[in-house]
C-alpha cells in the first residue's frame, strides 16, 4: 500500500516561483516511475511531468517546458516539482502519481495518487 503526500502549494503573483513536493511511504519508492499532473476546474485531468525511476530521462508538457523542472530523490522517498515563471493558466490542483510500468505517459499508467496541492497564479 503505496501513499503519497504533496505539499508546497499556495497563492503567487504571475511570473514567481513556486516548489512542490511529494513523500512516499514504503521502500519501493525506487521500483517506480513518477508523474505530476494537474487539474483545473471544469478540465480533464493532464500530465505535467514524468521522470524515470532512477531520477532521469524527464520528460515535459509543452505549456510548462523550460520552466518546470522535475526531480525525484530517491534516497529521501521524494519527489520535487520546481515552478518558475508561473502564469494564470498554471492555475490548477497538482497531483503526483506513481507507476509500475515503465515509460508512463498517460493517466492510466499509473497506479498511486496523491491527495493534490491546490496552485493558484494570480494576474
Known amino acids: 500500500q503505496v501513499q503519497l503526500v504533496e505539499s508546497g502549494g499556495g497563492l503567487v503573483q504571475a511570473g514567481g516561483s513556486l516548489r512542490l513536493s511529494c513523500a512516499a511511504s514504503?521502500?519501493?519508492?525506487?521500483?517506480?516511475?513518477m508523474g505530476w499532473f494537474r487539474q483545473a476546474p471544469g478540465k480533464e485531468r493532464t500530465i505535467v511531468a514524468t521522470?524515470?525511476?532512477?531520477?532521469?530521462?524527464?520528460y515535459y508538457a509543452e505549456s510548462v517546458k523550460g520552466r518546470f523542472t522535475f526531480s525525484k530523490d530517491n534516497a529521501k522517498n521524494t519527489v520535487y516539482l520546481q515552478m518558475n515563471s508561473l502564469k494564470p493558466e498554471d492555475t490548477a490542483v497538482y497531483y503526483c502519481a506513481g507507476s509500475t510500468r515503465y515509460s508512463p505517459r498517460i493517466t492510466a499508467d499509473f497506479e498511486f495518487w496523491g491527495q493534490g496541492t491546490q496552485v493558484t497564479v494570480s494576474s
Open positions: 521522470i524515470s525511476r532512477a531520477g532521469g530521462w524527464p
Open positions: 514504503g521502500r519501493t519508492f525506487s521500483s517506480y516511475d
